[in-house]
């Protein structure tokens, strides 16, 4: 079973920049879609961007222009280039691979952006 670890996260002022990255412990090469979500205190999980094998990306409307999601096959990594921070992104960040048989998610990593 592959395994996720996020980093990346911290405290950022708004307009600030942050590149979270998701490590898997072994190939992502087979994952379909890798994605990256967040959760707010009291809010449900939402999608933030998602990149497909062929390298599609969608992302979320409150992000597209500030946000980039990339991944590099080689070194089993997705990264979230995340630019022009607001507060209204502060959330635990979570990395997820899919494919049809499994979906796989991380422990997540803590952005707070402060006004």
């Known amino acids: 079973q592959v395994q996720l670890v996020e980093s990346g996260g911290g405290l950022v002022q708004a307009g600030g920049s942050l590149r979270l990255s998701c490590i898997a412990s072994?190939?992502?090469?087979?994952?379909?879609?890798m994605g990256w979500y967040r959760q707010a205190p009291g809010k449900q999980r939402e999608l933030v961007a998602a990149?497909?094998?062929?390298?599609?990306?969608n992302y979320v409307d409150s992000v597209k222009g500030r946000f980039t999601i990339s991944r590099d096959n080689a070194k089993n990594t997705v990264y979230l280039q995340m630019n022009s921070l607001k507060p209204e992104d502060t959330a635990v960040y979570y990395c997820n691979a899919r494919k049809v048989v499994a979906s796989v998610w991380g422990q997540g990593t803590q952005v707070t952006v402060s006004s």
């Open positions: 990149i497909i094998s062929g390298g599609s990306t």
């Open positions: 072994g190939s992502i090469f087979s994952f379909n879609v």
